[in-house]
Structure formats: C-alpha cells, structure tokens
C-alpha cells in the first residue's frame, strides 16, 4: 500500500528557509486523483494545513502561508516537496506529508510520519 | 475560512463507558449536490500520523472498529465512542474538506478517568 516518508533538516534558523521532502512509496504519485498536502503541528497545538499540489504541478495554498510556502513535485523520484521561506520560531512544528483522493473524498488517508522541524539560532 | 470549534477541550470518561465529542462549522458543510457531509474525525496519538476514522460525517473507515461512529449534518457533528477501551487515549480532530483551505478543529484530548 502507498506510504509516505517526510526527509529534511531538523534545525533551521530564523530568516532562512524550510525545505522538506515526501517520498511517495507503494505507488505512484501520478496515479489516479490524488492530491498530495503538507499539514503541520506546533507543540501543543492543533493541526493546519499548508497546501497541496496535484502531480500535474497545480497547486493551492492556504491563504495565511501562501506568501511564503511552494510545494513542488517531482514525479521521476516520486518526491513532492515544501519550501518555507523567512521562517520564524513560529513555523517550528511537526511537519506531515499526506494524501487525499479527489475521487473517494477529500479527507486525508493516507500520512507520513511527521519531521519535525526546529527554527532556532 | 470554515472555523471549525470542538467541545470539550478535554474529557474524561471511565473505561466501557460512552465518549462523545462534538464538533461545529462555522458554515454547512453539508454540499447540496451530494447531499454528504464534507466533514472527516481523525484519531491522533503521540508519536503517530493522524488516523482517520470517520468522513463523510458516518461513514466508518475500513479497519476501524464499530464502537467509532460518527453522527450530524450541515453544521453540528459528533463523534461518539460507545464503550471506551484503553486504546482509544488519544486526540481526537474534527476536519471539513467542503472548501479550500482544509481546516481542522483545535481536537479534544480524550483521558480514561
């Protein structure tokens, strides 16, 4: 079955970017309708969604990250992947990678096991 | 953005009792050309991805056990565990998939009294 797997730096510094990889395992990325998200959760607190990207290269943000956040795909490695600029100690979090099926529901079944990432000097 | 708001923020319920949490919308979700509910409950332990266990508002996701059921329409929801095991310690999030962006509820940490 299709698994997900989240790879990137742990420890970023302020001002700098955040650049983290989902590797796409037991299937393709191009297949059928899904749609591949970044989702993220600071310490204690709940979860939010980034964006999401299409494996045709379409994408949407969330409005509050947009000015910062890209998702990227690359279907020969079936990797997509998420650039954050100008980060702060406010982007530390648990970063997921996850699936949802346009065709079945828009709801996320399928996650990665989280990075987690750390803004510090 | 749909604001989605959970009740309560925590809960504790005794084991083999009923646990039931609820879930708002700050606007239907409930998509008039389906008439199905774009509303999913996952279940988030430390350590773990979130799991779903419910979406279209009922419907339970394959492998999960039937004591998960989900209840509600257009605005109001509920998530509802009908007699609580040890294994169901976790975070519980509501999620609306009817409009862009995805929102999530701010979760209800469920505890074993």
């Known amino acids: 079955q299709v698994q997900l797997q989240e790879s990137g730096p742990g420890l970023v510094k302020p001002s700098q970017t955040l650049s983290l990889t989902c590797t796409v395992s037991?299937?393709?990325?191009?297949?059928?309708?899904?749609?591949w998200s970044w989702i993220r959760q600071p310490a204690g607190k709940g979860l939010e969604w980034i964006g999401r990207?299409?494996?045709?290269?379409?994408?949407n943000y969330n409005p509050s990250l947009q000015s910062r956040a890209t998702i990227s795909v690359d279907t020969s490695k079936n990797q997509f992947s998420l650039k954050l600029t100008s980060v702060t100690a406010a982007d530390t979090a648990v970063y997921y990678c996850?699936?949802?099926?346009?065709?079945?529901?828009?709801?996320?079944?399928?996650w990665g096991r989280g990075a987690l990432v750390t803004v510090s000097s | 953005d749909i604001v989605m708001t959970q009740s309560p923020e925590s809960l504790a319920v005794s084991l083999g009792e009923r646990a039931t949490i609820n879930c708002k919308s700050s606007?239907?979700?409930?998509?008039?050309?389906?008439?199905?509910?774009?509303l999913a409950w996952y279940q988030h332990k430390p350590g773990q991805p979130p799991k779903v266990l419910i979406y279209w508002a009922s419907t339970r996701e394959s492998g999960v056990p039937d004591r998960f059921s989900g209840s509600g329409s257009g605005t109001d929801f509920t998530l509802t565990i009908s007699s609580l095991q040890a294994e169901d310690v976790a975070v519980y999030y509501c999620?609306?998939?009817?409009?862009?962006?995805?929102?999530f509820g701010q979760g209800t940490k469920l505890e074993i009294k």
């Open positions: 999620q609306q998939y009817y409009s862009s962006p995805h929102t």
């Open positions: 990207i299409y494996a045709g290269g379409n994408t």
């Open positions: 606007q239907s979700v409930l998509y008039s050309s389906d008439n199905r509910n774009y």
């Open positions: 037991g299937g393709s990325l191009s297949s059928g309708s899904a749609y």
């Open positions: 996850a699936r949802y099926s346009s065709s079945s529901g828009r709801y996320f079944d399928i």
